[in-house]
């Protein structure tokens, strides 16, 4: 999801500093200086970690179970310092958790299980330490070291912590100063938004602590939809040092000695943890017998099935040193899927830190004798050819372009992604939620998402799934509204219908302004594209009557196109149920979602030809995309300018500087992208300019810097921008794409020739079965524009209208 006002300052005055000293502003090596051996080396998980990114910095392993990363604070024990539970500027730390995302938004999500070592002795209950004065521990980002599968921090207690994480367990070890109480908290019940409830037991004979925290509440202080657990995480600690003394608390008692606690902090009537409520215990240790090393497995199954994640993954054998050594190559492993050499040492660093953000999500759910917890709340088992299921899926985001990089990498992981996917929905009586967090639906934000993404996993190489199954239930609903789709429940961001008022775009072709979803024309929009990638599964799936009655359901947008909207000329806008048209401004966000009528007039990605008829003509629609992308003083405006123009940090924007290339403008693709490119995203905490969403805004980054983007939704055809690396080579089993691109430079964005596999090529654009199979790209780049190239409308990038009647 996307991101507030706030989030946003000051972007705009970077940006026009920028373009104030032209283009080029990103410090670091040569440009010419050639890319480091290990591309794990080049991720600096600090990015995006202030400024509204919500990025956490901890030990991860791609799409890992387990996310071990701190939790800090503002001086609220009740709120998180941010939607990851790390913010940047916050300065002191309350415990290192083991589960979070990357990304979102609302208050907050997982962080499930803080451990937090304290050096004073145990007077009162961490439950009542409502300002993070006692229990919670300064720190310095000189001495904190965050990479890829692993996390370092001394805090200014003296505790030296230090992280490591494999897929469903992670590693710790904590070194007390001597002289000093040596006390870990275990805070059960201390999720990011709180638990309905806690228990957690201490085995002082064997060394072990085991327990589980029932969670979820995703976005609940914004409707009572969502004020609700719908996950238990279970956790199995295994200590190497004995355990010297014990104690527990529950809410406001505390009792040494106690080896077992319970209670969940419960939600206000904000939806937030009730202050002074919760449970949890801790251990002391001698800190003379040396660092105290903890392995830590995960399950959202059993206690049995975590200790036997642990057991798999972590023996009691290996070392600290051995599992970052393991996360190191795995991550070595992923980053590598994409070669990059050229541009800066900066710039190599924020691209394979987008593309680590890119592989964090959807995450491995499944435990490893392959049962999980489903959205009925039973224990199934993955079956089949499927290896894992997933979780995390923030559909809103995610459909644009991160699961088309994700499956052009990783097609088994696609796979099964969309299997997991259909999965969810089979257990909660046929509907896809939009949001789903663990093995629970969340239905914030707006339109049936599941659908682009499973048709852009299919189109981007991941076909190892039900695609007729997962088709039937997809269309069913979409054709057959739900009590769901008929309710207010949850409205504004949280809608439970998975195609809210689904019944008015039956009966009238369009959402209307009083409706069950978010917004009238944003639903619509949403709505129109979700069934053009319905008709690509239709027509994927051999029901070709499906395929046509989809497409035509896809140009129900064109009943919400209002052509004396306004005198520059018509927009997309909210309509009422009888027809008529309500008061409209350009400006407003009446009728949408995180955007205003102007970001969404851009919002036919599948019909972008149809779209600029409507506005009368690619010379109209030209000169209307200029006025989108730049100010009155003709600078680009592209983020920050106001509600009349671009928004390339949060979703709604992101596709359309790539619309020039439907006009016979590449050239402005090429600049604007790269304006982006290089001000907006930068090796630095405030690096992301935007909630980064699971990694959809990532992906973009990682896709625009490749020089090409899925602007489709559930199609495979890539439109071309201009590549930032002198040579890229992506690794696909299906086929290697090779980008060489010799004059790639900050200041020379722009394309004056190209030849794929020898040969020379002036579309802006490549066809599917390029993404499919791979091949060679050769770019030549220039520092001036070439506005011939890719000029020629009949070679414009395909645009697919409905059936004629």
């Known amino acids: 999801m996307g991101q507030g ?110 451990f937090m070592p304290v050096t004073t002795p145990m007077q009162g209950s961490p439950s009542a330490d409502l300002a993070d004065k006692t229990y919670a521990v300064d720190f310095s980002h000189n001495d904190e070291h965050a990479k890829a599968g692993s996390y370092d921090v001394r805090l200014a207690n003296g505790v030296q912590v230090e992280l490591a994480a494999a897929t469903r367990s992670g590693i710790g070890r904590f070194t007390f100063p001597a002289g000093k109480p040596a006390n870990l908290l275990i805070r059960t019940s201390d999720s990011e938004v709180g638990s309905s409830d806690a228990n957690v037991s201490i085995d002082a004979k064997a060394r072990t602590v085991s327990g589980s925290v029932n969670s979820g509440n995703f976005c609940g202080y914004l409707a ?34 106690k080896t077992s606690a319970q209670g969940g902090t419960g939600f206000d009537e904000k939806g937030f943890p009730t202050p002074g409520k919760g449970s949890g215990v801790w251990l002391g240790f001698d800190p003379a017998k040396g660092p105290v090393q903890v392995r830590v497995g995960i399950s959202y199954v059993s206690l049995a099935n975590a200790k036997a994640n642990l ?15 393991k996360a190191r190559d795995a991550w070595n492993d992923a980053l590598g899927k994409i070669a990059v050499s050229g541009g800066t040492s900066d710039q190599r660093t924020t691209f394979y830190t987008a593309l680590y953000h890119s592989l964090l999500h959807p995450n491995v759910f499944s435990d490893v004798n392959g049962e999980y917890r489903g959205f009925d709340q039973q224990v199934h088992k993955v079956e089949g050819t499927q290896r894992a299921q997933y979780a995390n899926f923030s559909g809103w985001d995610v459909y644009r372009s991160q699961v088309q990089l994700l499956t052009w990498l990783y097609p088994d992981v696609g796979s099964d992604i969309a299997q997991s996917l259909f999965n969810q929905a089979k257990q909660n009586n046929g509907e896809w939620d939009r949001w789903t967090h663990n093995n629970g639906g969340t239905h914030v934000m707006s339109g049936d998402p599941a659908v682009p993404s499973l048709a852009a996993i299919d189109a981007f190489g991941g076909h190892n799934f039900d695609l007729k199954g997962a088709y039937a ?19 504004n961001v949280e809608c439970v219908g998975q195609r809210p008022s689904l019944d008015q775009w039956l009966k009238l072709h369009y959402i209307a302004t009083q409706s069950h979803a978010w917004g009238g024309a944003a639903e619509t929009l949403e709505d129109a594209t979700a069934d053009f990638a319905l008709a690509q599964l239709a027509a994927r799936a051999g029901d070709k009557e499906g395929e046509q009655v989809f497409l035509k359901r896809a140009g129900y947008w064109r009943n919400l196109f209002n052509a004396k909207a306004a005198p520059e000329g018509g927009y997309i806008q909210n309509r009422n149920a009888d027809g008529s048209w309500p008061a409209f401004k350009p400006d407003s966000d009446d009728g949408f979602v995180e955007g205003s009528a102007a970001v969404y007039l851009w919002m036919v990605p599948f019909d972008v030809r149809g779209l600029f008829d409507e506005m009368g003509g690619i ?79 990532s992906s973009w980054y990682v896709w625009s810097a490749l020089g090409m983007y899925p602007a489709i939704p559930g199609r495979g055809e890539l439109v071309l921008g201009s590549p930032l690396f002198t040579h890229a080579v992506v690794h696909r089993a299906q086929g290697d794409v090779d980008i060489a691109a010799p004059q790639a430079t900050t200041q020379s964005p722009f394309v004056h020739g190209l030849m794929v596999n020898g040969h020379a090529h002036d579309a802006p654009w490549l066809p599917a079965s390029f993404a499919e199979h791979g091949g060679h790209l050769e770019f030549t780049l220039s520092a001036q524009p070439d506005t011939t190239w890719g000029s020629d409308l009949a070679k414009a990038p395909p645009s697919f209208p409905p059936p004629k009647s």
Not at 35 to 44: H, I, L
Not at 244 to 253: E, I, K, P, R, V
Not at 621 to 642: I, N, P, V, Y
Not at 653 to 676: C, D, H, M, N
Request: proline share 7%; net charge negative.
């Open 5 to 114: 006002l706030s989030e946003r300052q000051g972007l705009r005055r970077v940006l026009a500093a920028a373009l104030a000293c032209g283009v080029a502003l990103v410090a670091g090596l040569p440009a010419h200086a050639q890319a480091s051996a290990s591309p794990a080396d080049e991720v600096n998980p600090l990015i995006g970690s202030r400024h509204g990114g919500n990025t956490f910095p901890g030990a991860v392993m791609p799409f890992g179970m387990l996310q071990w990363s701190p939790e800090n604070t503002r001086g609220k024990h009740n709120r998180t310092a941010s939607p990851s539970g790390y913010l940047y500027d916050a300065p002191r730390i309350r415990g290192f958790s083991l589960t979070h995302l990357s990304g979102a938004g609302c208050a907050g999500a997982s962080g499930d299980v803080p």
């Open 224 to 257: 009572k939809a969502d004020q609700r657990s719908y996950y238990t995480l279970y956790f199995v600690a295994e200590f190497d040092q004995p355990i010297a003394s014990t104690g527990a608390w529950h809410d406001g008692d505390v009792q040494a000695g």
């Open 311 to 325: 057991v798999a993954e972590i023996p009691a054998q290996q070392t600290l040193t051995q599992v970052q050594a």
């Open 473 to 491: 239930s997809l269309a069913k609903a979409a054709t057959v509204p739900t009590a769901h789709d008929l309710s207010d429940e949850g409205c």
């Open 619 to 697: 010379t109209k629609a030209s000169a209307r995309l200029d006025r989108f992308f730049h100010d009155d003083k003709g600078q680009w405006a592209l983020t920050e300018a106001g509600p009349l123009h671009a928004e390339l940090n949060n979703e709604p924007s992101v596709g359309t500087p790539w619309l020039y290339a439907f006009v016979g403008q590449p050239s402005k693709t090429q600049e604007a992208v790269r304006i982006v490119v290089n001000t907006l995203w930068k090796n630095t905490p405030e690096g992301i300019p935007g909630n980064d969403d699971l990694g959809e805004m």
